[in-house]
């Protein structure tokens, strides 16, 4: 499968700026799991630039019916 990077970069929100995998979902994702961390995508802007991807943050704002 062609990754489609240029259409991808529309919906992603990383404002981590020497990110490699920018638009690259695929590889973002498998980066961002090893981690034990979900994609930029997945936070509202606000929780996204503090660049808290844990499982652990994204549960707390689920909870909160921020999510």
């Known amino acids: 499968m062609e990754c489609i990077s240029d259409k991808n970069l529309e919906n992603c929100n990383c404002t ?15 980066y961002h799991l090893r981690m034990r961390e979900l994609p930029a995508c997945v936070f509202p802007d606000d929780i996204e630039k503090t660049f808290n991807r844990s499982f652990e943050k ?9 999510i």
């Open 16 to 30: 981590y700026e020497p990110c490699s995998r920018k638009g690259r979902c695929c590889l973002c994702i498998q």
């Open 58 to 66: 994204f549960a707390e704002l689920v909870r909160e019916g921020k």
